[in-house]
């Protein structure tokens, strides 16, 4: 079943889950009430239920589980060095960058901009032509605290104003309409594990492509405390079979549309197993309450990388609506409010859990707006856009420098990029993640990459 | 054209492309008009007759599609399963997903509802046709900001995906400047903003930017017809419709000589729909080519249509949304991604969806009453879904899973007496989630 525990006997496996769940104990208060903390082994006691059995135990340290592949994926990322994580968040629509880093400082911005120009509002400390958009003040509250690098212009040479070509560029990390895997998935692709799903994880209602692999199984769920699975009138034992059946029913030969059916049913599968521990969870601060998932979602995601699951990629998409061609003003603030207040609330999670060292968060367009407006108060689509990367080991340094309006516009009056995604997307490969990037991005070695990383 | 047999396997995966399934005795009596026959009463069907159950909530009271939150997905999808004609519903659904509108931007399920009576009237006809009339659509107008493209302020939004999603496709044959002609000849549309919401759509000259455009190199005083025409005409068209076309009911794309057949037969047809999905459904790779992934709302369908079930419950509205597609709300105007149905969240939709399905049938396991034998519980099941064809690794998995669990029944009398009954729940449930339910 594993391939990373074949070799072992039965005491470097107890080990092994010994110290997983040392480490997925950190920080989780998830303590049945009125039970005692085991004595001496620092380990808090939590209830497992146990894939194939249907029990549920009250487990110290895992010393006594049955032994499954998940398991031993959960013990092996846990055990060895604690690997880092990368959240993708997409702002979909083509943000407007001239709105989220406004040019106030730029004599031609008012012009370009005779309704929707911001006025007012904190400067942007490395550059005092730029101020922040007032929705933004959780990123410009970590910015201060040098836990942000800001992207004023990213893009790519020869942008294409389509949404669904640009993001897709940006998915798969090259300019190329043909690649169909994405970059995180191609990383995965090298060095994932045949039994972890949650390695590439999306949190949303369906896989971002950005993950996409060739190989290695790679997961969706829209909210990480929620992976159940009903059947009325079927319980207990029977239940339990019937569980394992949907991994049973993955076992497909033959036709491709039956292979990839199953191929999922598989993936549900290992899915299903390794979100077991994962019932509820409490988190250290309080975020906002929104109707949209994406709060909520990030809460999930700091619990699950407290309770010591194997994550590695995630890709969120961010709430709002950012294709603004109409009445941009609005909508604009109330999608970055809600992005950049929960995002504040994330980092600050991360910290009190001791976790925030092993994130970095990277904020993206698939492009930026129009410099000049439209007429109906919005912009049309635009090249270089905005992003940020944000954690506690960031430089906290801008990466390219804010082009200027008036010699920053290409022939088309579009923003020109100063810092290229697949110099970024290297610079993360390896400064973050630790890989050559010629083994995950076409032509890595024609772009210069930015300190990202402190 | 498809040579080989035509029996009940073959006309079960025509109404699969074609619709949204057969109901029991379907794909037998398709079988029996042959591969033309067949192929002819789905795409000139008679005058349409709803058959089985009437739609209401799940208060009993009847749908309000234009009002009730939901009421619109649910409204479509009794359509999909009482129908008579499946394909000009299954062509509506392939309307909604090429010119993708989405409720969340138009803010009206009235003016939803009657573009999606457009796709159904206009669906076979000319594609020229059905162009035109999505330009001029309400919902279209609202959702691309054609209304609010004047000639003092133009909005490239519908020009751009007009050429890019509706007709030519991505970088073919068309450049930045073309957008912005295209937005300049489609200015003129207006609406105003009432009370009830936006009202008076129209075409008012006076925002109309009369000057001369250039679009693909031509130079004309060109008006919104024209823009349409233009596309149309344009050489990347015919290919571009007919592989996107093609892609809808075949997973893999057609061989260039087809490819070149189907495109001849559309222009010379003066871009008649109805002939080159002939074509299509005629074709051997719709027969010996591999299984399609079903849209999650065909899935829906497609269950209820076996057990003759209606739509008694509001349930299906996030149920279908769970799996990845709640109609009437595409995730952008690019549409579905058609090729990414299934991944491990959709999954877990189907899954529930399938309870959903079944749950007013489940028996009641203390009641007992069921043969303590696997292969007698699987055929019960199978007879429950009607016997729909499975492969040899799917009953070996059924099997498996039905002998482990009745084994653990033995020895003990209450689960032997409980058991069965449990098991054939749960092998209803693992048949709908199967894979040969899931692709066909």
């Known amino acids: 079943m594993s391939d990373d525990c074949a070799h072992c006997d039965g005491l470097s496996r107890s080990r092994l889950l010994h110290k997983a769940f040392a480490e997925a104990g950190r920080g989780l208060p998830s303590i049945e009430p009125g039970m005692p903390l085991p004595a001496g082994t620092g380990l808090t006691r939590r209830r497992f239920v146990v894939g194939g059995l249907g029990a549920a135990l009250a487990v110290y340290g895992g010393a006594h589980l049955g032994i499954r592949a998940f398991e031993e994926g959960i013990a092996a990322a846990a055990a060895g060095p604690a690997q880092p994580v990368f959240v993708s968040i997409f702002l979909e629509g083509g943000a407007d960058g001239l709105s989220v880093l406004s040019p106030q400082g730029d004599s031609l911005y008012t012009s370009l901009r005779p309704t929707l120009a911001l006025s007012g509002g904190t400067p942007l400390a490395e550059d005092s032509r730029l101020y922040w958009h007032p929705a933004l003040g959780g990123i410009q509250q970590l910015y201060s605290e040098k836990k942000v690098s800001v992207l004023p212009a990213v893009g790519y040479t020869h942008p294409d104003q389509s949404h669904f070509t640009s993001r897709h560029y940006w998915e798969v990390g090259a300019t190329d309409a043909q690649l169909n895997s994405g970059w995180l998935g191609r990383y995965l692709d090298k060095i994932g594990k045949q039994n972890n799903p949650l390695q590439g994880l999306s949190l949303d209602d369906t896989l971002a492509p950005a993950l996409a692999t060739t190989k290695m199984p790679v997961a969706s769920i829209s909210t990480p405390d929620d992976y159940s699975f009903y059947s009325n009138r079927v319980w207990g034992e029977v239940e339990q079979r019937m569980l394992q059946g949907i991994g049973l029913l993955g076992d497909q030969h033959g036709d491709a549309g039956l292979v990839t059916a199953g191929t999922v049913s598989k993936q549900v599968d290992r ?149 290229d995604f697949r110099a970024v997307y290297a610079a993360i490969l390896e400064q973050w993640m630790g890989v050559d990037a010629a083994a995950v991005i076409p032509n890595a070695s024609s772009f210069t990459r930015p300190t990202l990383i402190a | 054209m498809w040579k080989g047999k035509f029996r009940v396997a073959q006309a079960e995966r025509l109404l699969w492309r074609v619709g949204f399934g057969p109901r029991p005795g379907e794909a037998e009596a398709l079988a029996r008009l042959g591969l033309d026959g067949a192929v002819r009463s789905l795409t000139h069907p008679r005058a349409e007759r709803l058959v089985g159950p009437r739609p209401h909530d799940q208060n009993g009271y009847p749908l309000a599609p234009y009002d009730a939150w939901g009421h619109d997905h649910l409204w479509w999808l009794d359509r999909m399963i009482r129908t008579s004609r499946p394909l000009v519903e299954r062509m509506a659904l392939i309307w909604h997903d090429w010119f993708a509108t989405s409720n969340e931007g138009v803010g009206s399920q009235r003016l939803m509802l009657n573009q999606n009576a457009l796709f159904r009237r206009q669906g076979l006809g000319s594609f020229h046709d059905l162009l035109v009339e999505v330009t001029a659509d309400p919902a279209m107008l609202l959702w691309l900001n054609g209304g609010d493209n004047s000639k003092d302020s133009p909005n490239e939004n519908y020009g751009r995906e007009m050429m890019e999603l509706f007709t030519l496709g991505h970088g073919s044959g068309y450049t930045e400047n073309d957008v912005r002609e295209q937005a300049r000849a489609l200015t003129g549309f207006r609406y105003d903003w009432t009370q009830s919401g936006p009202a008076h759509f129209r075409y008012d000259p006076t925002y109309h930017d009369t000057g001369v455009k250039t679009i693909f190199g031509i130079k004309g005083r060109f008006k919104w017809r024209d823009s349409c025409k233009l596309c149309v005409s344009h050489p990347a068209h015919a290919p571009f419709f007919v592989l996107k076309l093609w892609s809808y009911f075949v997973p893999v794309p057609p061989d260039h000589a087809t490819q070149r057949e189907l495109q001849k037969l559309y222009v010379s047809s003066g871009y008649g729909i109805r002939p080159v999905v002939e074509a299509i459904l005629k074709h051997p790779q719709l027969y010996d080519g591999p299984r399609l992934v079903k849209p999650p709302v065909v899935y ?115 689960k032997k007496q409980q058991y069965p009954p449990m098991v054939a729940n749960a092998l209803r449930h693992l048949i709908a989630v199967s894979p040969e339910l899931q692709a066909a």
């Open chain 1, 271 to 419: 899915l299903r197993r390794q979100l077991l521990p994962f019932q509820s969870y409490t988190s250290p601060v309080t975020y906002p309450t929104s109707d949209d998932p994406f709060p909520k979602r990030l809460a999930g995601l700091a619990a699950m990388l407290g309770l010591g699951l194997p994550l590695h990629c995630v890709a969120l998409t961010a709430p709002g609506s950012y294709d603004t061609h109409t009445n941009e003003a609005g909508a604009l603030s109330d999608g970055l409010q809600l992005t950049s207040d929960s995002l504040l609330a994330f980092q600050r999670d991360l910290e009190a859990r001791g976790l925030a060292d092993r994130v970095l968060v990277h904020v993206w367009t698939e492009f930026g707006r129009r410099a000049q407006e439209n007429g109906d108060s919005g912009t049309d689509h635009g090249a270089a856009g905005t992003g940020f990367l944000i954690g506690s080991r960031v430089t906290g340094t801008m990466v390219g420098e804010f082009p200027g309006l008036q010699s920053g516009l290409d022939a088309d009056g579009n923003l020109i990029e100063t810092a």
């Open chain 2, 300 to 414: 829906t369908a497609g269950l209820l249509r076996r057990i003759r079930r209606g739509i008694d419950t509001d349930d299906w509205v996030w149920l279908d949304a769970m799996a990845g597609q709640q109609l009437f709300y595409p995730p952008n105007v690019g549409g579905w991604d058609d090729t990414r149905w299934l991944d491990t969240a959709t999954w877990r939709g189907r899954w529930w969806i399938a309870q959903e399905a079944i749950d007013p049938y489940a028996l009641d396991p203390s009641r007992g009453g069921k043969p303590d034998d696997a292969t007698k519980l699987i055929a019960g099941a199978l007879r429950f879904w009607h016997e729909p064809p499975l492969e040899k690794p799917t009953r070996t998995a059924l099997h498996t899973f039905a002998h482990r669990a009745l084994h653990d029944a033995a020895g003990q009398d209450w």
